[in-house]
């Protein structure tokens, strides 16, 4: 390890320690608890950072979901996974029922509060607390389209979630997914990545800043799969420029 090296990881290895103190503060001496902190923190940020940093391409990603409504004779049912405080609503065909799912029930509220902000006929219809890994309170074949947008870095079992989202399509149905990933290996950003998740997971809900998300999207039952990779332009978060955005259908 080169000296540059050697110090970054130092200061890395510092600021996570006083970024989990600081944690640990608000929730322990100012009373929060853990999920409401985190659905506060989502809310108050969340629509800053996907407007900043993800909206273009997202843009992108959901106006194939246009063309899918275009073909529907009814409203288009889609299921929203990690929908934490709803800002991909926005992006959604007119006449779209949504159902959303989430572990941390604290999100509802929040993102019913940014529904009311969307100019366009969508409808949450349900809210599902759970984790992805099993959507048993969902039957198969079920909805034109799974959402999942910084998602995927967080859950358990990445083989497992894509095997539910393919379980709960109708046959045809599309997945649309948006994560950052992990930076090619041996490259600096990877690196540094690779040094922040000792602590990232724990600062981050569980988030995995180093996980080679599109491996498991290449190895599911999917009929078609496609992606791209692009960087991010997340400023002095270097670390989370990796980034790709893509569609799988069932």
């Known amino acids: 390890m080169s000296e540059f090296d050697a110090r970054l990881s130092t200061a890395l290895y510092h600021i996570a320690i006083l970024g989990t103190v600081a944690y640990f503060v608000a929730v322990y001496v ?3 608890r853990k ?15 996907h407007r900043k940093f993800f909206h273009r391409e997202k843009a992108i990603l959901f106006q194939q979901m246009q063309d899918i409504k275009q073909k529907s004779k009814t409203e288009l049912a889609i299921l929203e ?4 405080s709803g800002m991909n609503f926005r992006f959604y065909p007119e006449g779209t029922r949504v159902t959303c799912l989430d572990p941390n029930p604290h999100h509802e509220a929040y993102l019913r509060k ?11 219809v349900g809210f599902i607390q ?42 045809g149905g599309t997945f649309f997914f948006l994560e ?5 290996k041996g490259s600096f950003i990877r690196r540094v990545q690779n040094i ?6 724990h600062l981050a809900s569980g988030c995995n800043i180093n996980r080679e998300t599109w491996s498991f999207l290449d190895q599911s039952e999917f009929s078609q799969v496609q992606y791209r990779h ?8 270097f670390y989370l420029r990796p980034s790709m955005y893509g569609t799988a259908v069932k």
């Open 35 to 49: 999920e409401k902190l985190e659905a506060f923190i989502c809310y108050l940020l969340s629509g800053w950072v």
């Open 114 to 124: 940014n529904l009311q902000k969307c100019d366009k006929n969508v409808k949450v």
């Open 81 to 84: 996974i990690g929908v934490g």
């Open 30 to 32: 100012f009373g929060f």
């Open 180 to 184: 950052h990933v992990a930076a090619q």
């Open 230 to 237: 692009y960087s991010a332009n997340t400023w002095l978060f």
């Open 130 to 171: 759970s984790f992805a890994e099993n959507i048993s309170a969902v039957e198969s074949d079920t909805f034109d389209a799974v959402v999942c947008t910084l998602t995927l870095c967080t859950v358990r079992d990445p083989a497992k979630v894509l095997s539910e989202v393919r379980r709960v399509l109708k046959p």
């Open 196 to 201: 922040l998740q000792y602590m990232w997971p």
